[in-house]
């Protein structure tokens, strides 16, 4: 089973960067084993959306409202995912969460200050 920890949240101001990182925890075969990896966030009142993702061969996808400004991407000599999101702005502010397949993390609050 694969645990994940996220970390990197924080309050930023209008136009700044934050990178999240996302730590799997659990065997080799379990980790190995993982697909598909990706973040959502969730703002209050609003449900849960993808932000970006990518699979185990590579693939990225990103949601229309941060293409261009959101980079993901997986390490997997450290088993981390990691999202660089540069150019903020207040509506990106949310939970942020690391999602494995079927497993979640426990989410990381970004803020955003205009």
């Known amino acids: 089973q694969v645990q994940l920890v996220e970390s990197g949240g924080g309050l930023v101001q209008a136009g700044g960067s934050l990178r999240l990182s996302c730590a799997a925890f659990?065997?080799?075969?379990?980790?190995?084993?993982?697909?598909?990896m990706g973040w959502y966030r969730q703002a209050p009142g609003k449900q849960r959306e993808l932000v970006a993702s990518?699979?185990?061969?590579?693939?990225?996808n990103y949601a229309d409202s941060v293409a261009g400004r959101f980079i993901i991407s997986r390490d997997g000599a450290k088993n981390t995912l990691y999202l660089q999101m540069n150019s903020l702005k207040p509506e990106d502010t949310a939970v942020y969460y690391c999602?494995?397949?079927?497993?979640w993390g426990q989410g990381t609050q970004v803020t955003v200050s205009s």
């Open positions: 990518v699979a185990r061969a590579g693939r990225t």
């Open positions: 659990g065997s080799i075969l379990s980790i190995r084993s993982i697909n598909h």
């Open positions: 999602n494995a397949d079927i497993t």
